[in-house]
Every structure is written in structure tokens, then in C-alpha cells.
């Protein structure tokens, strides 16, 4: 897909950095490229937006052809975790310490409307989080109750663009 | 002299090991947390922990109508959100006393059935899963989607419609969804064999299930196991046949009955029930009636003040709808009943004595979907 | 002697039941003609949503900049979690009577569960369903819209 | 076995049972420290064999919390409606019926956690969704959340 | 005979005099070390790489799916995306875990199936090192793994990775006996434990042929046992993810990971070229005896297209049952090996040295 047809351009060009050496961004190329072309997601779904996760990841729509089916169970090993489903706030803690055993660099994708903003549960309800991004940074928000995979597909091309503005120095940044 | 107390070596003894399966755990399937006490790799007890997707849902429904309730009770047991929008429609129907038009019933119960096998076609391709066979996952879901088809030309979304509204539908079914279902049914007919082929056969899956976590009618009533699990030990619960609502006293299907109790048995029985399924589709998707897609509906809906019980058929099992209502158009008390509620209290009973690997199998046999359980 | 026989009974139909196993996926696995996979990137441009698909809620207008939302706000009660907010204003009609026009109709793409209610009773059928579903962004501001477009006015004939 | 017998039946159990017209099932008001009794009875009687609780449901009728149970016999067919009333609303409590029916055990941590009703006997009284230090019941008419609940 | 014109050892023995010629005996033998062992880390990235994009290949297509292909053509640079992205990715070190023991684990594991490698004739005169007993060398070798599989489980400090390790010792224990079993069948056939001449032995035909049903029946035993010993579905119990999350690896993180994941992939290959080495003859071209105008076509074809056509055909087996069964439970896997595979094995040894004795084989 071309850059153009993406339609959140604006935001993106904020991230944007300009200059750096010759060497160390192709470097940052050769580094960006395979990050962003094997993101393997940890398997955690808390409701339903998981099932359309799931299909995404099936034969009719297949994560795989984006090299992201290597669902992980253990987040060591993971470097997406796509929020699929509602944030309740007992359930919080444990997201963050799944957040904190994922190995840098990770990334945060809130898939449907609870992890964005709460969604149906925004208001009158006692025990969920409005939005996921209380508790954890989210890369991508993707709307929807739930979004059909196709839009969970074209949110983590989002994220791939988004990972490929990265450079060795920002993430030494981010580790300290 | 000195009496002499004897006092048992504790060193040797065998301390418990707990483990501990969620909330993020694969076999799960979803946020619930299992504090499981093993001896080697045998579970001596387990303990389920919910409530790490507990919405309040019931409260919530405290402050919104009864139109407003349905996009609520969609996202319970997501698997089943067309059955359990019908429980909440034949509640507030039955109490204000509406005539439905018979379209209504025949389109209801249609898609409840078409419901139904997608839930079950997922319950597949996620015990497959759960068992190791990973190839059982892709074809559970490359079926579903023909059926997620058939939802979306008709009510516009894949997974929580909305379809339908108390006295009838949002709208119409679409032209071509007559067409297409029964072109599913000869699909899914076909590849249902490749099911039966590739796991229901299986020596694997056959050593893993059989006689694997026994439970016997008493215990599956006194647990209030509902649906396949608790027709699988014996429990005739089907809703569909004791309280009929739709059509489904017009339609002519079996009650699936085992006595085994075991999770092979547990299994058969959605797989049968798929077959049923499919039969009752058969008998009505030629005999919609032609008239409204709804009766005619006030724009507040207020039931009068009383105790309404609703109860319907999920995927699951048993679906009950309490609702006290004061006379206003929000309800004073709503309490869902949720079959997967029950079933959990059950996993403790079952498991034990098992080993790891069959506690997994059990889970997956009784088919939880958390987000009911908690709600 | 008979469990001599059981035993490779057993070993027969084992064995027998692995290798149906093994035609089901080695019989997939040769017909490539049964792949069922859409590339969703790059068929976008063939990508048709069935027309009752529900992306996100619009407001159409026509050539004229033109709307039928009169700002009631009916779909702002009838919203189950208040996605929709109504911000209307009174004007002067040039007839001199007092009319109420729609300022924003602010629409949280975030919060919406796509349950319909807004767009089934609306009594002037402004809203409608868009059928785009690429709303993934970088920033969830993004994700409040005002639908009525700047400038717009409602469409002649409609009145309260 | 008919609603009228069933009365009489329950009548004969529990005199001080009071009866509610007009419902789509048989009600019966039964008092709380008849209910275990009661209850056991229902169930292993022959003629009435109530063998399935399908629904036990807490309710805050902001006076006094009660807690409803459907009650459903498999081999007969028919059913019934227990109501028990929790006056005091500081401390309320019940005996449980998880030793009668099993599915009660958690249902009855379930009323606990959301309106605080304390069973008495119960094996494992703790809350079941919300955390330990949860402060308050929320399906409690006054329950009060400033923090997380934010109003339409 | 025409097979000559791909002997290779027409291109090392020259190498190696050359050497020796030049250097003193130390240098010279530390000079072709070092050649070798740049050769095969070479050629361990490769077909580690190859065979995890060929997984996920196989998988995309019983599936009915098609895989990756996003990421250049086909998506053959799949695996070099991943590869790059766990070599920059963070290492965790966990608290209280045994730091020595956790960080030398995935190196034990990695070693184990490099020096198996060692002793496998890829063509004629083209393997490391010849031994006498290959054969035992392989057999030996290739269990060493399981230590650092325990080891990996036992000082992560985690629940799940210590059940997954001992699982993995109690399977790879007894499966080894099995494994060795059936490799002793064909020893019995080919008089020999030496590698080359056993695929010298399989000039006129393949041990899988020449050894009529027993020759057969030790092929089945070998892929099943094989596939338990390099904790391959369905016998992956030792990683079980549906139970244990991800096994004995849980904890593992980064290149750590990717030594235990690249670990699996590279003993699968290594046993798929034993078998192929065993029963299917090795580089040794197809023949059928007396067809001798077919013979010398079959020789023009070289001899390691031979073994990577037989490997992969191995390979492709196991990534078949992998994608088609469900798991076995750790009581029936043991039940597996001692009730079936074993009294199985043994039976074929006798009936097998029998044919040998009666010289029944062709």
C-alpha cells in the first residue's frame, strides 16, 4: 500500500525526524525493516474483539502473510500486544506487568472501542478502564466493536510505518 | 522419665505446587485465572478466579432502556449474541404482550440455529487447538466466516449485530439470504466430514477424551450444567424442546442425549448438535412467510411493574432473563442467568485427579467464553 | 491369545485413523485451488463490503452541502453509551421565526458499538452507515468526528 | 404437580409462607431461618423433587435485600419461586443452600460480592469478580462510586 | 562409473594437502577446523532460515492459506526479518534465576546439534569427519541436548518451564532407546556403523528396499521416534502451549529464543538426514539393478540434490504430522514407547538379523 493511501498521514509526520549519518540510518533501514516485517503479537484476548483477532488470524484473512502469525504465548517472547477487549480494573495490574515482561522493542495496538476509550462501558459502569492507554503507551488505535480484521490488518500497517521511523539511538533512549 | 514425642519428618513430605493458568494463558480462552494445585503433573484441586473481565453489566442495564439493553446482552456471551438478544425481545414481548409476526419467528429462530453452529464451529477449531492440533483451528474458522457472511449481508455487522429489537428485526432480511444459507448447508455439510476425519476419529484425540473428567446427571444437575455439556451426562435441558419459543415447536429435531458425561461425550454432542442444526434450517429456511419484519412498537417501551422470567437456548446452555421492572422504561433489576456461569463452578469437580494436559481438555469441552461468566 | 489379536487390532485402526488424519491436510495441502485467503492490502481496490455494512456512522449530503439533520436529539437519547453529542443553535429565520439548526453533531467513532439505534430512529433519516472501515490512527483525538460538514445547511422541506 | 398443590404442599412445610398472586410462577415469601429446611426438603421429597436451582438472583428492594430462587424439578416438570427477605441491611445474612444444590456455591459468592449478602455455612465466602478491598456492593441502589462510575 | 564426476574428495583432498604442505601439522589442522566450522555455521544459518520460512509454508497450505508473502517475493525474506528483529531485540535477564546455568542453556542445546551435523556425508567426500562409529557418535550427541533443555527449565525459576523440562526428560530418555533401536536394524542389514559405507551399501538399492518389510517397519519406528526426540508436535509436549504457555523456553527472550527456536528446526534436519543417510541411501542416486541405461541417468543428476531431495521429503513428513494430530498426553507418550514402539523394535531386530542370517535380503 501506497504512503498516500494510508489516511492518518498527518499524525505520522510528527513522528517524523529528519538528518542523521549516512551510515547509521541505513543501518536504522536494515534494523526498521526487519522489525517492522516480523511483529509477532502475544496471544491475549479478553472478549470479543479476540474472536475477530483470532479470524485475522485464520485462512480467510491470514496475519500470516504479513509474517505475524508466530503467536507467542509467552511475552518474552512477543513484541505486539494487540488489547483485544475490555481493560476492567482488576484486570489492569496484570496488563501492565505483561507489558513489563515484553522485551524491548515492543509495541501496543487497542483494538475496539473498550480498549480505545472504554466503548460501550464508558459511562454508568464501575469497573473497567476507559481506555487502555491509562495503564500502557498504544501505538495504534483501532476503532470498531469489534473492527473487522481487515481493519486490525490495515492498523498494524499503520504500526509497520510507524516502526519504521524508529532509530537505534531513540529506542537507546528508551531503554535507559 | 521423659516421654518420648514423636513427631513426623516434614522434610520429606511432598509440598503442593501451585500454578497459576491466567489470566493470560492460552487454554483459557480469555482473562480467567485458574490457581491450579498439582502433584507432579496431577491436578489435586483448582480454584477458578473471574472477574478479570467483570463489566457490571447488570447494573449497567439499570440505566438503559430495553432497546438499549440488547447491545449489552450481545457483548455477554458474544458467541451467542443473536440468542441471548432473543431472550431479552421474547422478555419484553411476552411481558407487554405482543403478537409478533410469524416472519419474525421463523427469521429469529433461522439465524439463533446458524448462530449456534458458528459458535460451535469455533468451540472446534479451539478444542483442536487445545489439544495440539493446530490445523483444526484454521478449518473451525475458515467455516465460520461463510456464516459471518450470511450475518453481515443480512444484518451488517460479522460478530455483535443488534439485530434484532424488541417486537421484530431491525430490518429485513436481505434478498439473497435465503439463497445463501442453504448454499452454506451444502458446504458445511461436506466439510463437516473432514472433521470427523482429521479429529473426532483420531486415536490421539480419542485416547485424550475418553474417560477423561466423568460427570454424572445428579452432579450435572445439582451443578446446573446446562446445554451440550449437561445433555452429554443425561440432563435433558434443552430449552428448545421443554419451553419452546420461535418456531421451534414446528421444527423436528432431536434432543442430542448421552449418559457417558465424558469429554469425548461432551464433544460428540455439539458435533451432533451441529447436524440438528443444520436440519432445522432445512425444515424452516423455505417456509418464511411473507409480512412485517416487526410489530408495531411504542417509542418508549415501559413494561408494567412485575417479575418477567425469560429463559432460551444458548450455544452454551440454559440462558435465564430475570428482570424486575418498575413500571418505568428502564428495568428495576435485571439478573442474567448465564449458562457459562455454572459450568465453570464445575471444572473443579471435574478436573480433579487429572492431569494437566486433561484439565485443558475439559476446560475446552465445556466451551467457556468469559465474558459471560464475568459480565 | 486374544489380547495378542487387541493389540494389533489396536495398532491397525490407530494407525489406520493417523493416516485419514494425514489425507485430510495432505489433500489440502495439494489443492492450492481450495485457498481461501483475500491479501486484503492488495485488493483493496476490488474490496466491496456487502451494502448493509456498518463502518461508521454518516451524514450524507448532497451536491448542495446540504444535510436533513434537524438537531433534535433523538439519536444523542437514543445512543446506548453517549457516542453521539448534539450541540444545536437557535437562528432567525428570514421569515423572522425561531428555528433550531444543528451547530456539531459530534460523533465519538471511539465509543460507537455500531448498535444502530441512532440511525433506526432518526425520524428524518439524516444518519446512514459509511462503509470505510480503515479508522486506525495514531491518536485517538482523531477518532471524534463532527459529521455535519462546515458550512452545511439543512436540507429545504424538513422541519421539526 | 399443580400450583395449588404445591401451595398446600409448601403451606404444610413452612406455615409462615405468604404467596404472591398473578406470577408467571408459583411464589412463595419464606423466612429466613426456615429457608435451609425448607429447601432440603423441597429437594428430597419425592413429590416434589426440586433438583435443579436455574436461578438465584440478589435484589435490593432499597426497604429490605432479598434473594429469589427459581427452583425447577427435572422429573416432575414443575417449578417454584422461593423469596427470601434480608431485613437488616448492614449486616445481612442467609443460610446457604450450597450443600443442596452445588451450582449455589458460586452464585452465593456472586450476591455476596454485588450486594453483600452473607451466607452462613457457605465453604468459601469470598468475592468472586470484584477484588478483595473493593469497597461497597454495586448493585446496591445507594451505591456510590465517585471515582469510577461516570454518569450519563 | 560416472557417479565419480561428483566425488568431491577430488576437491578436498587437494585442500587439505595443500595445507598440510604449507603449514605445520598444528596450524594446518586448526586452519581446516576453523575452515569447517565457518562452512557449516554458514550452512547452519541457511538451512535454519530455509526451514522455518518452509514451515510456515507447509502449515499456510494444509491449511488453506497461503503463508507469507509480503515480505519480498513470496515472502522468502520472511525469516531474515525475523532473525534480524530477535538479534536487536532485548535480553531479560530474570530475577533469581541461576544466571550461568540460564545463559550456557541455549548454547548447550545449540551445540548439541552442530556437532551432529559433523558426521553426516552430505556427497561423496564431501563430511566433516568420518568416524568408524558414526552411527553410536550421532546417536550420542544428539541426546546431549536434553541437558540444556533442563538446564533451560530448570533455572528459569518458573512453574511452567521446569513441568516442560522434565517432560522433556522423560520423553527424550526413553525415545532414545527407540531411536537407537531402529537404527540398529539397518547396522545389523549394513554390517556396518560407518556412514560412508553405509551409503556405499546402498549403491544397488536403498535399505528401505533391501530390506524387505523389517527394513520398513525401522523407517516408521525412526520418523515416529525421531519426530519425539526433536520435541516436534505431536510430541511437543515439552512446549505444549495450549498448557505450559511456551515450555521450557517461557523465559527466554531475544536471540536466547531464537537459539532454542532455530535449535528445533536444525535437529529436525539433522534427523531427517539420518534417516535419509540410513534407509534412504544418502547421495546415493536412485538405482534399481540391471537397468543400467536408468542407473546412469539417475548418477548425472549430483549426488546432493540426492540428499536434500530425501531430506526434505523426511522433513515434509514430520511437518505433516506436526499440522495434523493433536498432542499426546506425557502418560500415553510413555505408554507410546514402552508398549508399542519397544516390544516393536525388538521384534524387527530379531526377525531383522534372521533375514541377515538367512541372507533373505537382496
Known sequence: MKEADFLDNATLETFKHTGGNVLLTTIDDVIDWGRSNSVWPLTFATSCCGIEMMAAGASRHDFARFGIEVYRASPRQSDLIVVAGTIVNKMAPVLKRLYDQMSEPKYVIAMGACAVSGGPFYYNCYHVVRGVDHVIPVDVYIPGCPPRPEALLYGVMQLQRKIKLATIADVKRIQK | MKEVIHTPVKALEEEEYHINMGPQHPSTHGVLRLVVSLQGEIVKSLKPHCGYIHRGIEKMCEKDTYPQIIHLTDRMDYLSAHINNHGVCLLVEDALQIEVPERVKYIRTIIDELTRIQSHQLWWACFGMDLGGLTCFFYGLRDREKILDIFEESCGSRLLHSYYTPGGLMWDIHPNFQKSVKDFIKYFRKKIK???????????????TKNVGHLSKEDAISYGITGPSGRASGFSCDIRKHHPYGVYDKADFREILFTEGDTYHRYIARMDEMHESMKIIEQLIDNIPAGDFSAKMKAVIKLPAGEYYQRVETARGEMGIYCISDGNKTPYRIKFRSPNFSNLGVLDHLSRGFKIADLVAIGASLDFVIPDIDR | MNNFFKYFAEIYTGVKSLLIGMGVTGKYFFSPGQIVTQQYPENRKTLKMYDRFKGEVIMPHDANNQHRCTGCGICENNCPNGSIEIISMRIETPEGKKQRIIDKHIYHLSMCTFC????????????????????????????????????????????? | MDQDKLKERITALVPEAEFEENKQFLTAFIPAGKLHTAAQNLKEAEDTAFDYLFCQTGVDMTKYLMVVYHLNSTKHGHSVVLKVKADDRVNPAIDTVCDIWRTAEFLEREIYDLLGIHFNNHPDMRRIFLDENWKGHPLRKDYKDEVNIVEL | MASFIYDFSLL????????????????????????????????????????????????????????????????????????????????IMIKNSDKLLFNIAPFIVIIASFMAIAAIPFAKGLHAIDFDIGILYVIAVSSLGVVG?????????????????????????SYELSVGLSLITIVILAGTMQFSAIVEGQANGWFIFKGHIPAFIAFVLFLISSTAETNRGPFDLAEAESELTAGY?????????????????????????????????????????????????????????WYFGKTAFVIFLMMWFKWTFPRLRIDQLLTLEWKYLLPINLVNILVMAFIVLMGWHF
Open chain 5, 149 to 173: 533443555v533442563l538446564l533451560a527449565g530448570w533455572s528459569s525459576n518458573n512453574k511452567y518451564s521446569l513441568i516442560g523440562a522434565m517432560r522433556s526428560g522423560a520423553q527424550i530418555v
Open chain 2, 194 to 208: 473432514d472433521y470427523d476425519r482429521l479429529l473426532s476419529g483420531n486415536i490421539i484425540f480419542m485416547e485424550r
Open chain 3, 116 to 160: 444502530s439505534l441512532c440511525v433506526k430512529t432518526c425520524p428524518s433519516n439524516a444518519l446512514a452507515f459509511g462503509q470505510e472501515f480503515e479508522h486506525a490512527v495514531f491518536d485517538r483525538a482523531k477518532l471524534t468526528k463532527i459529521l455535519n460538514q462546515p458550512g452545511s445547511t439543512i436540507l429545504k422541506g424538513i422541519e421539526e
Open chain 5, 12 to 91: 578436498t583432498k587437494p585442500i587439505h594437502e595443500a595445507l598440510y604442505h604449507w603449514l605445520p601439522p598444528v596450524w594446518a589442522l586448526i586452519a581446516e577446523m576453523t575452515l569447517i566450522g565457518l562452512i557449516f555455521l554458514l550452512f547452519y544459518a541457511v538451512v535454519g532460515l530455509f526451514l522455518v520460512y518452509a514451515e510456515r509454508k507447509v502449515c499456510a497450505f494444509m491449511q488453506n492459506r497461503v503463508g507469507p508473502n509480503r515480505v519480498g517475493p513470496y515472502g522468502i525474506f520472511q525469516t531474515i526479518a525475523d532473525f534480524i528483529k530477535l538479534l536487536m531485540k532485548e535480553l
Open chain 5, 249 to 305: 523456553h517461557t523465559e527466554y527472550s531475544g536471540i536466547k529464543f531464537a537459539f532454542f527456536f532455530l535449535a528445533e528446526y536444525m535437529n529436525m534436519f539433522i534427523v531427517a538426514s539420518i534417516a535419509a543417510t540410513v534407509f534412504l541411501g544418502g547421495w546415493m542416486p536412485f538405482h534399481v539393478s540391471s537397468w543400467t541405461g536408468f542407473n546412469n541417468i539417475m548418477d548425472y543428476i549430483p549426488p546432493f540434490v
